[in-house]
């Protein structure tokens, strides 16, 4: 069933993009009613989980557009998210888990279309061919968007360790 | 090579995706530039960073509300059989316009100044009349000057003496 298989990716790829546990909630169901409206448009010849990621991504930019969520802020890291590795050196371990809080929260500061290249490529792993079809964009323009949000999350990450440094 | 450039190739030298003689600018700029050598380790930290990000279980409430959805969906069918259409995206403006003229009526009929409103439609129209009125009325006297005018026009050409006619 549709809800079995695709729930959980839908709600993570809509909590990380929103930031807010609430609003993916809202949002994965928004989705599966436009999905459901939208089953009988489904081409047999495309990738249905792309296809079906494809109206997540529409919808998730469309509505960040309407709402800005940028203006919001996101949940804690560890609101939702429990650190659950445990590392030989605790020191470096912190450094880790701060950095992980630090750029959850930079992900806010990311444009929507470069937001949403960076969750699927840096933390759902797809391969770069796949985010341009769900993105409907060239190759290139989706690594050059990668590129350029990478930049802009370690300029952040940057900024936060010198002020660290300089407490 | 200047740093602007490296930016744009830290990606792919990241994930190796560079040729040979590409991979060896960027190692050598990473060598000597402390800025972009320290952009890159930030880059690939943030990389790390996201990668851990696990994934969160959907909610047994959140479940609940998506296995309902196609039965909500099938009893608004059943209750509104006809008028899905009324919902399309396209008919949204058309429904404002209806919308915004239904509460222009119903101030009209409902309001306190409907006979004031009477009124000034009535003057209006009276003005529009009356206008249209003069206008016909210049309109003739248009027509009839330009009867005179042709009556002169025609008068004029017949006393016209072409050199080296007969006089007769």
């Known amino acids: 069933m549709l809800v079995d298989t695709y729930s959980k990716r839908i709600f993570n790829m809509a909590y990380q993009f929103a930031g807010s546990y609430q609003e993916a909630e809202d949002l994965t169901q928004d989705i599966f009613l436009k999905l459901y409206n939208s089953l009988s448009k489904f081409d047999f010849k495309r990738n249905f989980s792309a296809w079906l990621l494809t109206i997540a991504r529409n919808y998730l930019i469309d509505q960040y557009r309407r709402t800005k969520w940028e203006k919001q802020t996101r949940d804690n890291f560890n609101d939702h998210y429990l650190t659950s590795e445990a590392f030989e050196n605790p020191e470096e371990g912190a450094v880790k888990e701060e950095n992980k809080r630090t750029v959850w929260q930079g992900i806010n500061n990311l444009t929507s279309e470069i937001r949403m290249a960076i969750i699927l490529r840096d933390i759902q792993g797809k391969q770069y061919e796949e985010i341009a079809e769900i993105m409907s964009l060239p190759l290139g323009t989706v690594k050059s968007r990668i590129n350029r949000g990478r930049l802009q999350l370690a300029k952040i990450l940057k900024e936060k360790k010198e002020r660290r440094n300089e407490m | ?168």
């Open chain 2, 1 to 168: 090579m200047k740093c602007k450039t490296i930016e744009e190739l830290l990606s792919p030298y990241l994930e190796d995706e560079l040729n040979t003689e590409e991979k060896g600018t960027v190692a050598k700029h990473l060598k000597t530039c402390e800025n972009c050598s320290l952009l890159f380790s930030l880059m690939k930290e943030t990389q790390e960073s996201l990668s851990d990000i696990p994934e969160l279980e959907v909610s047994e409430n959140l479940l609940d509300r998506l296995y309902s959805i196609p039965r909500k969906k099938k009893r608004f069918k059943l209750r509104f059989p006809n008028f899905d259409f009324l919902v399309r995206p396209s008919l949204q403006p058309i429904l404002t316009v209806a919308t915004i003229m239904l509460i222009m009526i119903s101030f009209y009929f409902y309001g306190p100044n409907k006979s004031s409103i009477d009124k000034s439609i009535s003057r209006k129209i009276g003005y529009g009349y009356s206008k249209i009125e003069r206008l016909y009325a210049k309109a003739e006297s248009f027509t009839a000057s330009l009867g005179e005018y042709k009556d002169n026009i025609l008068v004029s050409l017949k006393n016209i003496k072409l050199p080296g006619g007969n006089e007769d």
